[in-house]
């Protein structure tokens, strides 16, 4: 009986809900029901009290009477309840950057995809993700939970839903605080609260004298909480309840944190989740002025194509928007803290920094080759990387340093070497490692019988079949 009414009630259109609340307690689509303002929690009228213009500037109204929350500026994050099935939908609209729903300034998209997460029956998984037509670049996103840190003390509840039990859905967005109950607690009002899906669900509202609550046309919206840094976190998405704000009865919320992983993966598969773009820099280098560089950065994850900045570049070098390639000639000796930037289409950012030390000519301190060499497989004529050395005087130390970093599958293929400006040749690695990856060591050789100035080669073989890599980059200290 329980699962029925559930699932009848919270799929069912708004004007179903009256009817069902007169047949008795029904279990009622979770619609926000919001209360007093930051404060005690007393007895409340179901409607709350009015949020100001931009106080959440993340909720989003949809079309079939719900709520909801941007997740990422194409993704409304809601209930499973209010959508229908995962597939192409183009019949919702979203409204987003208001509190009155008629205000000329809001702005509007249409929905071409929604995703119902999987398995969802009417008890618990009360989750879903509805791609909009294009982003809305402009709105803030919701963070959310992914552990139970803040499931204690009150929540913040918003919608344009119902005012009292029964009502009609409101113009003008209400804001309440509702407090967290145990899931014991909870599952101790009977009838269809002892279901209670612990772990799926979270309860809040005034367990004893009721009076703040969620109630019909606020489902799919989100419960909220500030965390340390003073940020909204989403805890829980309306979800269900029996009646509105009844002693006894509190709200039930889909339990955010529970479901993270599973709404990151399934915005990812639609187009990217929010920060899911991962950036691999080039790592720390060392030049010296005068000598040109290319500096090689990846991306992964995000939609893309990206879109790269970089913040701190020395003077004389800068980055490609296309590829995130830095190149150029540093003209200015110091240490720099550069940071490389991606912006994916889907408005996912992510970062990665390193320290870019530029030594004036003739302090040969180091210098860094980072362009990327294919090493062929069973090649064992060698491909070479080059470093060039000038404006300094006399020859290398007893502990010169090369420090090598090749990408590539079963290191004991390598035979890697230091080829001096004389063509003397200084083993570095040879064929050890066995079936491990990559090598990323810092060798100590004796160059104290070579002059500086010249070009120093990194030469690499594979010196068996199948596996295969690259040079990416290498540094030389003398």
Same mark, same amino acid.
């Given at each position: ?259 993270? #992983?599973?709404?990151? !993966?399934?915005?990812? =598969?639609?187009?990217? *989740?929010?920060? &899911?773009?991962? %950036?691999?820099? $080039?790592? /720390? ?69 390193? #320290?870019?030390?530029? !030594?004036?000519?003739? =302090?040969?301190?180091? *210098?860094?080759? &980072?362009?990327? %060499?294919?090493? $062929?497989? /069973? ?73 500086? !100035? ?17 040079? /990416? ?6």
């Amino acid at each position: 009986m329980r699962n029925s009414l559930r699932t009848a009630l919270r799929a069912g259109a708004i004007a179903l809900a009256g009817a069902m609340l007169a047949l008795g307690s029904a279990a009622v689509p979770a619609q926000a029901a919001p209360a007093a303002d930051p404060g005690p929690i007393t007895p409340q009228v179901v409607g709350g009290t009015p949020a100001a213009q931009g106080e959440f500037p993340w909720i989003v109204r949809l079309s079939m009477g719900c709520g909801g929350a941007m997740y990422t500026p194409s993704l409304v994050l809601t209930a499973a309840h209010c959508v229908g099935a995962t597939g192409n939908n183009t019949s919702i609209t979203a409204t987003w950057g208001v509190v009155d729903l008629q205000d000329p300034t809001r702005t509007t998209r249409t929905s071409n995809y929604v995703y119902r997460a999987p398995g969802y029956n009417g008890n618990g998984k009360d989750w879903a993700l509805i791609r909009l037509s294009s982003p809305i670049t402009a709105a803030p996103l919701l963070k959310i939970a992914t552990d139970t840190s803040l499931h204690s003390g009150n929540f913040q509840v918003m919608g344009w839903g119902a005012a009292t039990e029964g009502g009609g859905q409101q113009r003008y967005l209400l804001k309440a605080q509702v407090p967290f109950i145990s899931d014991t607690q909870c599952q101790g009002a009977g009838g269809s609260y002892s279901g209670l899906i612990f772990n799926e669900e979270i309860c809040a509202g005034n367990y004893t004298s009721g009076g703040v609550d969620t109630c019909q046309g606020d489902s799919g919206g989100p419960m909220v909480k500030r965390n340390a840094s003073n940020e909204w976190i989403q805890i829980g998405i309306v979800s269900w309840g029996i009646g509105c704000a009844r002693p006894q009865n509190p709200g039930v919320y889909t339990e955010v944190r529970y479901f993270a #992983t599973d709404i990151y !993966n399934a915005a990812v =598969s639609l187009g990217g *989740a929010p920060g &899911g773009v991962s %950036v691999t820099g $080039p790592g /720390n280098q060392s030049t010296t002025v005068g000598n040109a560089v290319t500096l090689n950065s990846s991306a992964s994850g995000g939609t893309s194509p990206y879109s790269w900045s970089a913040s701190g570049l020395p003077a004389g070098t800068s980055i490609n928007s296309s590829t995130g390639q830095i190149t150029g000639t540093p003209s200015t000796a110091g240490t720099y803290t550069v940071t490389v930037t991606v912006n994916d289409s889907a408005g996912g950012t992510g970062t990665a920094s390193f #320290t870019w030390t530029v !030594n004036p000519v003739g =302090s040969c301190a180091a *210098a860094t080759n &980072g362009t990327d %060499v294919s090493i $062929p497989d /069973n090649n064992t004529t060698g491909v070479y990387s080059n470093i060039t050395i000038s404006g300094c005087t006399g020859n290398g130390s007893t502990t010169s340093k090369v420090e090598v970093h090749i990408v590539h599958t079963y290191k004991g293929d390598l035979i890697v070497d230091l080829v001096a400006p004389d063509g003397s040749v200084y083993n570095l690695h040879n064929r050890s490692g066995g079936s491990t990856d990559n090598i990323d060591t810092i060798y100590t050789v004796n160059l104290s019988s070579e002059v500086k !100035n010249g070009t120093w080669r990194l030469r690499a073989r594979d010196a068996a079949s199948i596996d295969t890599g690259y040079i /990416n980059s290498w540094t030389l200290t003398l």
